[in-house]
């Protein structure tokens, strides 16, 4: 527990301190990414989860007008699927997405700057799940206005601020090059990662909203027979 907490404090300050001390195995007082990753996530996620159960009062989703029930039901399902990974799963969907697409955006803007994909990824995983903390702002905003669920790109706007933010503020951090170059190689590497996060996340959002719709039909077809 002391090794996180000394980890994330570090991570706002002098991130490549952290990032740097594993890639070098030189210090091991900062905690290792993965295991850092599962316990800082899981973690806000159990908050955010236990918070809705007991006094969130959010708007359910509603059946969207379709003349197609079984179409209606998919849509439903989908639409429950997006607005968890935009809230309550928020740092499920960043471990699992944004990540992955902020190392891949890396690749490209950060060449010089870092040596290959595993040094993206490690630099991201530690730099993303420090960001995953500012996901508690969701409880304070839901509490005060829960409406803001029902729409799609008000939600992924918000849950993008709240990671984005800290993201840049600890790239910002990370690298000693202060030139406006470097900047928009630090710009352009979180717009894409976000773009490539919002499209993946919709496309999950389907496949899993379709897996649950299927699910529970055969379930039903099952009871039935």
């Not at 300050?13 to 899981?42: E, I, M, W, Y």
């Not at 700057?113 to 839901?142: C, K």
């Not at 829960?146 to 992924?156: G, H, K, L, T």
Request: glycine share 4%; aromatic share 12%.
């Amino acid at each position: 527990m002391k090794n996180i907490i000394v980890t994330v404090l570090e991570l706002f300050t002098h991130p490549r301190n952290v990032v740097d001390s594993f890639l070098s195995r030189q210090n091991r007082k900062f905690s290792h990414p993965f295991p850092f990753l599962a316990g800082v996530c899981l973690f806000v996620a159990a908050i955010l989860v236990v918070s809705n159960w007991l006094f969130l009062d959010l708007p359910s989703v509603t059946l969207p007008d379709n003349e197609n029930e079984t179409v209606a039901q998919i849509q439903l399902w989908v639409e429950a699927v997006s607005r968890s990974m935009a809230t309550t799963y928020l740092p499920i969907s960043s471990v699992f997405i944004l990540i992955p697409a902020l190392s891949v955006s890396g690749l490209v803007f950060f060449r010089n700057e870092l040596n290959g994909f595993y040094d993206n990824l490690i630099l991201n995983t530690y730099i993303v799940t420090g960001a995953t903390l500012f996901s508690l702002l969701w409880l304070p905003i839901l509490l005060i206005y829960p409406e803001v669920v029902i729409n799609n790109s008000a939600r992924f706007t918000i849950a993008i601020a709240m990671l984005g933010l800290p993201l840049l503020w600890m790239y910002h951090k990370f690298f000693p090059d202060k030139t406006p170059i470097s900047v928009i190689r630090q710009l352009s590497t979180a717009a894409s990662g976000f773009i490539l996060y919002i499209v993946l996340s919709g496309f999950i959002s389907g496949i899993l909203g379709y897996m649950i719709f299927a699910i529970r039909r055969i379930a039903e077809l099952s009871g039935q027979g």
